[in-house]
């Protein structure tokens, strides 16, 4: 599985946007791109997944450069409520061999 | 859909004695993993099925540790003897087709003394 490397943790203001780049410099050719939220005392929750491109969802956009060795999870607007810790996941989307490994992931705190 | 189940959501015990900690699927589901989460290590996947058949333990920190999954909607993770620093929170979660899309259960939090 493609190590992935983000940054440990993130400010932001209310109402901002807020951008959290996950690096995957071994990404395979059928790794997809998988990000997840968890709060304290909970488990994590999937927000969104690509593979190239651009993908946007009602919760975030996805970010990804044509080379796939890195992408971007974009929130916009957050609110207190999106303080929270992400997770990148770089893993295969196949029958026999998928499997989730989570990272140190980004901690994202939002202030007034 | 009730979502993934996980029972108990609190359990303490003493060192030595046996944790069996259940989890439910969300129904339809054909893979299931056990991760285990702490502030040292983060979140580690411990094992996964698919159709009730174990594909990777690798993860299983050792022989104390045993997961069964005796049908679909049905997972056990199991501590023998159980140890103070098997103290985490332990995750079930259950995906369709093995995608990377994953449901998470809320958790069994284990304090070992």
């Known amino acids: 599985l493609a190590k992935t490397t983000q940054p440990i943790s993130m400010d932001s203001y209310e109402g901002q946007e807020v951008n959290i780049t996950c690096s995957h410099n071994?990404?395979?050719?059928?790794?997809?791109i998988t990000w997840y939220q968890q709060f304290p005392s909970q488990g994590p929750r999937f927000i969104i997944q690509?593979?190239?491109t651009k993908v946007t969802n009602e919760v975030a956009s996805l970010f990804i450069p044509a080379d796939r060795k890195s992408s971007t999870l974009s929130l916009p607007r957050v609110s207190l409520s999106d303080t929270a810790v992400y997770y990148c996941?770089?893993?295969?989307?196949?029958?026999?061999?998928?499997?989730?490994?989570f990272g140190t992931g980004t901690r994202l705190q939002v202030t007034l | 859909d009730a979502g993934v189940i996980q029972s108990p959501r609190h359990e303490v015990t003493e060192m030595g004695q046996e944790v069996t900690l259940r989890c439910k699927p969300i129904?339809?589901?054909?893979?299931l993993f056990w991760y285990r989460q702490t502030m040292m290590r983060g979140l580690e996947l411990l094992i996964y099925?698919?159709?009730?058949?174990?594909?990777?333990d690798s993860g299983m920190p050792e022989d104390r540790f045993s997961a069964k999954m005796p049908n679909a909607s049905f997972s056990t993770l199991k501590i023998q003897p159980s140890e103070p620093r098997d103290s985490a929170v332990y995750f079930c979660?259950?995906?369709?087709?093995?995608?990377?899309?994953?449901?998470f259960g809320q958790g069994t939090r284990l304090t070992v003394v």
């Open positions: 979660a259950s995906s369709q087709r093995g995608g990377t899309e994953a449901f």
């Open positions: 071994n990404i395979a050719t059928n790794d997809y």
């Open positions: 690509g593979y190239k």
């Open positions: 996941l770089v893993g295969a989307y196949t029958g026999t061999a998928s499997k989730l490994t």
């Open positions: 129904s339809g589901h054909d893979y």
């Open positions: 099925f698919n159709n009730n058949v174990p594909i990777d």
